[in-house]
C-alpha cells in the first residue's frame, strides 16, 4: 500500500537558520503530494501542493520539488521565523483517501 | 478556500456516557467526509470514510459500535464515541474533499475522566 517517510524530528533551530524537512513516498501510479501545517491547538492547514513530477509547491516562503526519481517531496524554507514553529506532515493521495506521514515537530528559537 | 467546522472544539465527558462530534463543510457538498484520530505527538490516524447515506467503512481495527457515523446530509457528518473511556482521549479531526483538494476541520479535543 502508499507509505509516506518523514524525517524523524523533532527539529531545533535557530531564526533565520535554512530548513529541510525529508520526505519520501511509495505509492503506485503518480499521487499528489502535500505538505500540512499543524500549529499547536489546532487542525491541519496546507501549505504547499505538487500534482505531478518536476512541479514545486510554495508558499510562505517553504519549497517542495516532486521528484518521481528519487519519489521525495523535501520541504525547504530558506530562513526561518519563530512563527514556523508547528508540526509539518508530509501526505500524499490516492483516489481522495490520503495518508500522512509521521509529522515532524520543528521548533524556531529566537 | 472552502471551509470545514467541527463542533464542539473541546468537550469534557465521563467515563460511560456519549459523546457527539459534528463536522460540517459550510460552503460545499460532500458526498465523503474522513473521521482521524491523532494522538499527542503523533501523526493522523485513519478511523473511518463517511459516506452520505450509506454505512461508513471503517479502517481495521477501529470498532465500528464504539465509533458511531452518521453521514445524515451533503454537508454533515457526525460522529458519536459512544460508552466513552478514558483511552478514547485524543484529538478527533475531519476532513472533507473539494475538487482536488482535502479540507480539514480544527480538530475536537476528547477528554474522558
Known amino acids: 500500500g502508499d507509505s509516506v517517510t518523514q524525517m524523524e524530528g523533532p527539529v531545533t533551530l535557530s531564526e533565520e537558520a535554512f530548513l529541510t524537512i525529508n520526505c519520501t513516498y511509495t505509492?503506485?501510479?503518480?499521487?499528489?503530494l502535500f505538505w500540512y501545517v499543524q500549529y499547536p491547538g489546532e487542525g491541519l492547514q496546507l501549505l504547499l501542493k505538487a500534482t505531478k513530477a518536476d512541479d514545486k509547491g510554495s508558499n510562505k516562503g517553504f519549497e517542495a520539488t516532486y521528484r518521481k526519481e528519487t519519489t521525495s517531496f523535501h520541504l525547504e524554507k530558506g530562513s526561518v521565523q519563530v512563527s514556523d514553529s508547528a508540526v509539518y506532515f508530509c501526505?500524499?493521495?490516492?483516489?481522495?483517501?490520503?495518508?500522512f506521514g509521521e509529522g515532524t515537530q520543528l521548533t524556531v528559537n529566537p | 478556500g472552502a471551509v470545514v467546522s467541527q463542533h464542539p472544539s473541546w468537550v469534557i465527558c465521563k467515563s460511560g456516557t456519549s459523546v457527539k462530534i459534528e463536522c460540517r463543510s459550510l460552503d460545499f457538498q460532500a458526498t465523503t467526509m474522513f473521521w482521524y484520530r491523532q494522538f499527542p505527538k503523533q501523526s493522523l490516524m485513519l478511523m473511518a470514510t463517511s459516506n452520505e447515506g450509506s454505512k461508513a467503512t471503517y479502517e481495521q481495527g477501529v470498532e465500528k459500535d464504539k465509533f458511531l457515523i452518521n453521514h445524515a446530509s451533503l454537508t454533515l457528518s457526525t460522529l458519536t464515541v459512544t460508552s466513552a473511556h478514558p483511552e478514547d482521549s485524543s484529538f478527533y479531526i475531519c476532513?472533507?474533499?473539494?475538487?482536488?483538494?482535502?479540507?480539514f476541520g480544527p480538530g475536537t479535543r476528547l477528554t474522558v475522566t
Open positions: 505509492a503506485t501510479g503518480y499521487p499528489s
Open positions: 501526505a500524499l493521495i490516492s483516489g481522495s483517501r490520503l495518508t
Open positions: 476532513s472533507a474533499p473539494s475538487l482536488y483538494e482535502q479540507y
